[in-house]
T-cell receptor
Framework: DVKVTQSSRYLVKRTGEKVFLECVQD?????MFWYRQDPGLGLRLIYF???????EKGDIPEGYSVSREKKERFSLILESASTNQTSMYLC?????????????FGAGSRLTVL | SQELEQSPQSLIVQEGKNLTINCTSS?????LYWYKQKYGEGLIFLMM?????EEKSHEKITAKLDEKKQQSSLHITASQPSHAGIYLC???????????FGQGTTLQVKP
């Protein structure tokens, strides 16, 4: 089975702290994604990467950056956490194919910024 | 406004009842994906629809994509407590490989 692993399930950080959310997938997928999920808003795409060292902004990139130094790992970075970044963060991966873009998701990282 | 609208936003049904969740877009859908999420966990893939008029079933869950490929429905027959969770539709609106998602529908099934 494809597995996407998010290293931290729950984090509590203070305003202004730098936060790293790590995601690793084990199926050699080209594409990796970071979404945030908030009640009433569904999932919103923050950033995605279609290759090592390649990244593209999603719908809500402000306040976030990403890093993809290895194919299997995609990190989301909050340079200076703010309370409005309290959310559930979901990592996903897929192999883009015009026939099917099924995303496989990690279990999520719930971040609370105090 | 959302590019993918789901309705209803929440649903409470008695065990054994049927229910339908809708997902609507103003644009053509290049693939429509249904996911289920247990509270506080990641999303589990349910079904994918690509062709207009396509219908797929898995156990007691049936999903359809209309002929115009702008609306999908998810129907659960004889609901059970195990069906409870958040159902999300996702779609590739621009044929880029990036999925956007609806707001989600929270389903509770009362025993």
């Amino acid at each position: 089975d494809v597995k996407v692993t998010q290293s931290s399930r729950y984090l509590v950080k203070r305003t202004g702290e730098k936060v790293f959310l790590e995601c690793v997938q084990d199926m050699d997928h080209e594409n990796m994604f970071w979404y945030r999920q908030d009640p009433g808003l569904g999932l919103r795409l923050i950033y995605f990467s279609y290759d090592v060292k390649m990244k593209e902004k999603g719908d809500i990139p402000e306040g976030y950056s990403v890093s993809r130094e290895k194919k299997e790992r995609f990190s989301l970075i909050l340079e200076s956490a703010s309370t409005n970044q309290t959310s559930m963060y979901l990592c996903a991966s897929n192999e883009f194919d015009s026939g099917a873009n099924v995303l496989t998701f990690g279990a999520g990282s719930r971040l609370t910024v105090l | 406004s959302q590019e993918l609208e789901q309705s209803p936003q929440s649903l409470i049904v008695q065990e054994g009842k049927n229910l339908t969740i809708n997902c609507t877009s103003s644009k053509t859908l290049y693939g429509l994906y249904w996911y289920k999420q247990k509270y506080g966990e990641g999303l589990i893939f349910l079904m994918m629809l690509q062709k207009g008029g396509e219908e797929k079933s898995h156990e007691k869950i049936t999903a359809k994509l209309d002929e115009k490929k702008q609306q999908s429905s998810l129907h659960i027959t004889a609901s059970q407590p195990s069906h409870a969770g958040i159902y999300l539709c996702g779609a590739d609106l621009r044929n880029t490989g990036k999925l956007i998602f609806g707001q989600g529908t929270t389903l509770q099934v009362k025993p």
